[in-house]
């Protein structure tokens, strides 16, 4: 799960902006997880913004840290992976830090890059409570081997790191190489971190609508996702009851059954509603959410729902997760007026874009000093919180 993170220098972001998801041991229990003993994180996130605020690059320099971990590179001449820099400092490197828990153990990562090469890496860990070092890379110039430094608690040996020195090319990370190259077995911790980055952390996203039939397919197939599936979809007031995956010998299609108090009868996909259709594809994440330990970074959750639904949604995945988080970006206001969301503060920040330089700020919404008895909802609404557009006059000038 996320600790902290931080960013410098990404599309929207120059300066350090920085989302911290650590709450103390009192904030109810269905609002955080505790990843590691006497360590409470915040469940969820949301972020709040104007269009073209930036609310949305957020997520996608937290996926892209995530992103650099896991991808690697196999030609030297291809960029590092990664979004543009703020347009006023191009010619400056991008930073980004993520502290987070991986099976109770905190890893925190720090990376400095150009487009071109990754200039250091920085990658500490807490196995037995006390910061020790897991790997360090150097940037030696064009065409040279990077330097890396492999920390003794680790157990990596020599003739392994060699490997790595051998493989990491100047435009892709170090644990990126586990990708690409079979290592001996003495790179476990190298393979496990890696690994859990491919399982469990899943970056801004969203399933098209033709991939809900791949969707249904599996649902078919498990008995227990089924339940969950019309569990939900009973509680949405959909009317739908269940669902067959048909084939023609050609063709596949989801017929849903409808119910109605004097019969049933089936419906095609294609024939259902954006808002039903949508449901369906994000039950996906929410199921994950609860069953497993996962990270979700989700852009726009929820915008073809109705607010019930959209709130509903969050509710399931507050009072059923044990060990996930859910980091969104949100137009809805209405969810600042709810209890959950007025009485724990700190899972709620705004995104304002600044009309000096057009670099966006982030700021988390107990950082105001609201007093508790003032309404976040009513305070975004008149504009006390920032984050909105500006909107002029109704009246067009074509002269």
């Known amino acids: 799960m996320i600790r902290d993170f931080w960013v410098e220098n990404y599309y929207s972001i120059k300066e350090h902006q920085e989302m911290d998801f650590e709450v103390r041991h009192k904030e109810d229990e269905w609002m955080r997880v505790e990843p590691a003993p006497g360590v409470y994180l915040s469940k969820l996130g949301i972020i709040y913004g104007a269009n073209a605020s930036g609310k949305s690059n957020m997520l996608k320099a937290m996926q892209n840290v ?17 979004g543009m820099p703020f347009a006023l400092i191009a010619d400056k490197p991008t930073k980004m830090f993520v502290s987070f828990y991986v099976e109770g153990i905190r890893y925190d990562y720090l990376i400095e890059y150009t487009q071109k090469h990754i200039i250091r890496e920085l990658l500490e860990y807490f196995p037995k409570k006390s910061k020790s070092l897991f790997y360090e890379r150097s940037f030696n110039g064009d065409n040279k081997q990077v330097s890396i430094k492999v920390g003794t608690s680790v ?10 020195i051998q493989n990491t090319l100047n435009n892709h990370t170090v644990l990126s190489t586990y990708g ?5 077995d003495d790179a476990e911790p190298m393979a496990k971190l890696y690994d859990w980055i491919r399982d469990h952390v899943h970056g801004v996203m969203k399933i098209n609508d033709g991939d809900v039939l791949s969707q249904m397919r ?56 954006a808002g039903t259709i949508r449901f ?15 990270i979700y970074l989700l852009d726009e959750l ?9 709130l509903y949604y969050i509710n ?16 809805e206001a209405s969810l600042l007026a709810e209890d959950l969301i007025n009485e724990h503060r700190q899972v709620v920040w705004f995104a304002e874009k600044s009309h000096e330089t057009a670099s966006s700020v982030y700021t988390r919404a107990d950082k105001f000093g609201l007093h508790k008895n003032l309404s976040l909802y009513n305070s975004y609404r008149i504009g006390r919180l920032g984050a909105k557009p500006e909107i002029g006059s109704p009246f067009i000038d074509f002269d």
């Not at 690409?180 to 001996?184: G, H």
């Not at 399931?316 to 137009?331: E, G, K, P, R």
């Open 66 to 82: 995530f992103d650099l971990l896991f991808i690697s590179r196999s030609n030297r001449n291809e960029p590092v992976l990664s």
């Open 155 to 164: 157990g990596i040996k020599t003739k392994t790191i060699d490997m790595l």
């Open 180 to 184: 690409k190259v079979s290592l001996p």
């Open 218 to 273: 599996e649902v078919d197939k498990d008995s227990k996702r089924k339940k969950f599936y019309m569990q939900m979809l009973k509680k949405a007031d959909f009317n739908i009851s269940d669902f067959h995956v048909l084939s023609n010998g050609r063709n596949e299609t989801v017929a849903f059954v409808n119910t109605t108090s004097g019969d049933n009868f089936e419906l095609p996909d294609n024939t259902q509603s």
């Open 280 to 294: 369906i594809a994000d039950l996906k994440y929410l199921y994950d959410a609860i069953t497993g330990s996962h």
């Open 302 to 310: 929820g915008e073809d729902l109705h607010y019930d639904l959209l």
């Open 316 to 331: 399931v995945f507050l009072f059923n997760s044990d060990s996930s988080q859910l980091i969104i970006t949100s137009q």
